[in-house]
């Protein structure tokens, strides 16, 4: 934040409005740094420790909440040490330092969430936070029942002890040279987990994307466009899924 007045300051943190918090400071209740301020035309940015009353007041973040159709051969880090480019640098024209939730691999396409929420972000990405995300994958071969029951039943992936947590698998398409484009429904985020899924049943991943999370569909929006998520889709995400997704789950078993 660049320097600012005090009391213009104060009416940004909310404490009262500008005219009030000039009273405010002429009646020494305001410190800066630990000392009491009354000259009216005083600066601060947002590294200054300002009290009144003794209380600690920040400007409040604008929060963002957006969504991104990641391109492959974008990275979710937000920085890279290879220098290749990341998705955050796709977001242009927000005043904010956006962080991804989650990740997506860099040979992945699809709906990717930015937000510089840090509560919004916690909730989304702890284990215990079961959104389901759908996934389309374009793979060799046409996976068959058996392949729809393992997703169902759980597997051993290569290297990992753990059994995998229920999912769905359903053949979407067949297409020419013995390839299908399969749906993945998953609530964990293991590793590559769809990929290595697939592989375990014999049918390696050929092009993967992120298509839903939870209600939240990427819908038409192009790849490598982004758009703000409005309230709803945020307190729809924020209420642990989709019920329509539940609903899917339910019929399924
Ligand atoms: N599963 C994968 O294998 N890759 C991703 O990017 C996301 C889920």
């Not at 691999?105 to 389901?132: A, C, I, R």
Request: hydrophobic share 35%.
């Amino acid at each position: 934040m660049e320097e600012c007045r005090l009391q213009k300051y104060m009416a940004l943190c909310g404490v009262a409005s500008r005219r009030r918090s000039e009273e405010m400071i002429v009646a020494g209740k305001v410190k800066i740094n630990g000392q009491t301020v009354t000259e009216l035309g005083t600066k601060v940015t947002s590294k200054d420790v300002v009290t009144v009353d003794g209380k600690r007041i920040s400007p409040e973040e604008k929060k963002y909440y957006i969504m991104l159709n990641k391109p492959k051969y974008v990275i979710c880090s937000v920085k890279d040490e290879k220098d290749r480019k990341c998705a955050v640098d796709l977001i242009e024209g927000i005043d904010a330092r956006l962080y991804p939730v989650g990740r997506l691999d860099y040979d992945t396409s699809g709906l990717l969430l930015l937000t510089n929420d840090g509560e919004f972000m916690q909730k989304m990405t702890h284990p215990s936070f079961e959104v389901w995300k759908t996934y389309e994958a374009l793979v060799k071969g046409v996976p068959d029942k058996v392949a729809e029951e393992r997703f169902r039943t759980g597997m051993l992936m290569e290297g990992d002890p753990r059994q995998t947590a229920p999912a769905l698998l359903t053949v979407l398409e067949k297409r020419d040279n013995d390839r299908s484009l399969v749906e993945v429904m998953l609530r964990e985020g293991r590793t590559r987990q769809v990929r290595r899924m697939l592989e375990t049943v014999g049918h390696p991943v050929i092009e993967l994307k992120r298509v839903r999370i939870g209600s939240l569909e990427l819908g038409n929006l192009k790849t490598g466009r982004w758009r703000q998520l409005r309230e709803d889709e945020v307190e729809k995400l924020l209420g642990r899924g989709s019920e329509e997704t539940e609903t899917v789950w339910e019929e399924e078993f």
